[in-house]
Nanobody, 125 residues
């Protein structure tokens, strides 16, 4: 069973930046779509961004457009979430996830088959 290993995250001041990384263990991201989701305490999990296998198609939630960018390096078999101009409302546990389906670009978590362990992002002064 392939696992997704996340790194990055932490505590940052409002307006700051962070980069999250997601990489496979025991498998590969080849020909798979990868997405990022987040869940804040007391709130439902929400879609953040997703990227196609080739990287030429991405989708971001309206709440992060213009601030977050998803990218991937297939040579390194890794996907990144670049987060800029962070706000307090971005505070959440962030999860990467994997799907073989193009429907993953629509942000439906049910389409995703493998999930990372989660990494905490806290935006606070």
């Amino acid at each position: 069973q392939m696992q997704l290993v996340q790194s990055g995250g932490g505590l940052v001041q409002p307006g700051g930046s962070l980069r999250l990384t997601c990489a496979p263990s025991g498998g590969t991201f080849a020909r798979k779509l990868v997405g990022w989701f987040r869940q804040a305490p007391g709130k439902q999990r929400e879609f953040v961004a997703a990227i196609s296998w080739t990287g030429d198609t991405t989708q971001e939630a309206d709440s992060v457009k213009g601030r977050f960018t998803i990218s991937r390096d297939n040579a390194r078999d890794a996907v990144y979430l670049h987060m800029n101009n962070l706000r307090s409302e971005d505070t959440a546990m962030y999860y990467c996830a994997l799907t073989p389906s193009w429907r993953g670009l629509q942000g439906d978590a049910n389409e995703y088959t493998n999930w990372g362990q989660g990494t905490q992002v806290t935006v606070s002064a």
